[in-house]
T-cell receptor, first 109, second 112 residues
Framework: GQQVMQIPQYQHVQEGEDFTTYCNSS?????IQWYKQRPGGHPVFLIQ?????EVKKQKRLTFQFGEAKKNSSLHITATQTTDVGTYFCAGPWTYKYIFGTGTRLKVLA | NAGVTQTPKFRVLKTGQSMTLLCAQD?????MYWYRQDPGMGLRLIHYSVGEGTTAKGEVPDGYNVSRLKKQNFLLGLESAAPSQTSVYFC???????????FGPGTRLTVL
């Protein structure tokens, strides 16, 4: 079956440093979604990428979909304490989504 | 709009007890999902539904049953709770299979 792997599992950064998480799928994806879960909260949709090589930006967040549509990345520039949480990627698979294991980000002030 | 709501928010069960978790959405979504999230782990799909009256198994369906009698509600049942089912349970809904998923606030379940 389809697998979605994320690295790293954890990342601690100083406030102001950059952060990147990577998502890799065992199969080609029609699209990929990214979610953020704050500590104690529920996952919240951030963005969906559909096209090969697509790059989308949301303020300090940059999302990229690989040319082969099997990998994706989320880059945060100049992290802030509000960026703390776990970031999940998710790939569609027959009416449902397979979520990656997530990257937990801690930002040290 | 309330979005996706879940009841109860917290529950403690003894091994062997049964319970039902209720998920309700007011967005007229066709698709609904039940996930479990264990400490430090991602979201694992238990069961899902692509429309009223339909259900299907996800990655970890054993020990759970579901029903979708009304479009807006998706129920998750535990017939005989086990400590391994201690987890946070999230319900989600979406317009279609490849659409944004909207998550409820979660139910924190402890089985002693």
């Amino acid at each position: 079956g389809q697998q979605v792997m994320q690295i790293p599992q954890y990342q601690h950064v100083q406030e102001g440093e950059d952060f990147t998480t990577y998502c890799n799928s065992s199969t080609t994806l029609s699209n990929i979604q990214w979610y953020k879960q704050r500590p104690g909260g529920h996952p919240v949709f951030l963005i969906q990428l559909v096209k090969s090589g697509e790059v989308k930006k949301q303020k300090r967040l940059t999302f990229q979909f690989g040319e082969a549509k099997k990998n994706s990345s989320l880059h945060i520039t100049a992290t802030q304490t509000t960026d703390v949480g776990t970031y999940f990627c998710a790939g569609p698979w027959t009416y449902k989504y397979i979520f990656g294991t997530g990257t937990r980000l801690k930002v040290l002030a | 709009n309330a979005g996706v709501t879940q009841t109860p928010k917290f529950r403690v069960l003894k091994t062997g007890q049964s319970m039902t978790l209720l998920c309700a959405q007011d967005m007229n979504h066709e698709y609904m999902y039940w996930y479990r999230q264990d400490p430090g782990m991602g979201l694992r799909l238990i069961h899902y539904s692509v429309g009223e009256g339909t259900t299907a198994k996800g990655e970890v369906p054993d020990g759970y049953n579901v029903s979708r009698l009304k479009k807006q509600n998706f129920l998750l049942g535990l017939e005989s709770a086990a400590p391994s089912q201690t987890s946070v349970y999230f319900c989600a809904s979406g317009l279609a299979g490849a659409d944004t998923q909207y998550f409820g606030p979660g139910t924190r379940l402890t089985v002693l």
